[in-house]
């Protein structure tokens, strides 16, 4: 059975994982996903598949995605969008999110949500670019 709501506590091992699986060249730290899940606590959602966090989100309450990220083998099948549709119902239709320039799989399924590209942020990652893409 597959359900979303928000993050607790004692999800914290299996979000460090995924986040690190995720990104392996720059994970948030376990600092930085603790000060996410006190400062906008009703803002980060996990996605359980029988029990087990496959994936999360992180959003402002403005749409601004923070983070999103999904275990490698439960990828593609559509975990993401719900996510990011999850998102876009509290928000009216609003998000936006910065991409790596590199980051060709997250443009595409950005694309594929209907967001397009709103501008670029040179140097965002230090040495690489951002895409701004929005509804
Ligand atoms: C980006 C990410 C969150 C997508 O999650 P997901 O659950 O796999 O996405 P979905 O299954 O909902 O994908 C929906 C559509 O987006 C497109 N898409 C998603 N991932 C894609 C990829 N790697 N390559 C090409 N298209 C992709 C496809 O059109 C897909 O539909 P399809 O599978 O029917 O072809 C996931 O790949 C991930 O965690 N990546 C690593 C972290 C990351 O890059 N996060 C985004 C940072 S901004």
Redesign the pocket.
Do not use: C
């Given at each position: 059975m597959n359900s979303i709501r928000r993050f607790k506590w004692t999800d914290m091992d299996a979000i460090m994982e995924i986040e690190q699986e995720?990104?392996p060249k720059s994970p948030y730290s376990g600092f930085t996903l603790s000060y996410y899940a006190s400062a906008y606590r009703n803002n980060f959602l996990v996605y359980l598949v029988d029990g087990r966090v496959v994936?999360y989100i992180i959003f402002y309450p403005d749409g601004h995605i923070i983070s999103?990220?999904?275990k490698p083998e439960y990828?593609?099948?559509?975990?993401?969008?719900e996510l990011v549709n999850e998102v876009l119902k509290r928000t009216g239709g609003r998000a936006m999110?910065e991409?790596r320039m590199s980051?060709?799989?997250?443009k595409?399924?950005y694309r594929?949500l209907g967001f397009s590209l709103l501008g670029i942020i040179r140097g965002y990652y230090g040495n690489e670019d951002a895409l701004v893409m929005g509804t």
């Amino acid at each position: 059975m597959n359900s979303i709501r928000r993050f607790k506590w004692t999800d914290m091992d299996a979000i460090m994982e995924i986040e690190q699986e995720a990104f392996p060249k720059s994970p948030y730290s376990g600092f930085t996903l603790s000060y996410y899940a006190s400062a906008y606590r009703n803002n980060f959602l996990v996605y359980l598949v029988d029990g087990r966090v496959v994936a999360y989100i992180i959003f402002y309450p403005d749409g601004h995605i923070i983070s999103i990220a999904v275990k490698p083998e439960y990828r593609r099948r559509g975990i993401g969008t719900e996510l990011v549709n999850e998102v876009l119902k509290r928000t009216g239709g609003r998000a936006m999110v910065e991409v790596r320039m590199s980051n060709e799989g997250a443009k595409k399924f950005y694309r594929r949500l209907g967001f397009s590209l709103l501008g670029i942020i040179r140097g965002y990652y230090g040495n690489e670019d951002a895409l701004v893409m929005g509804t």
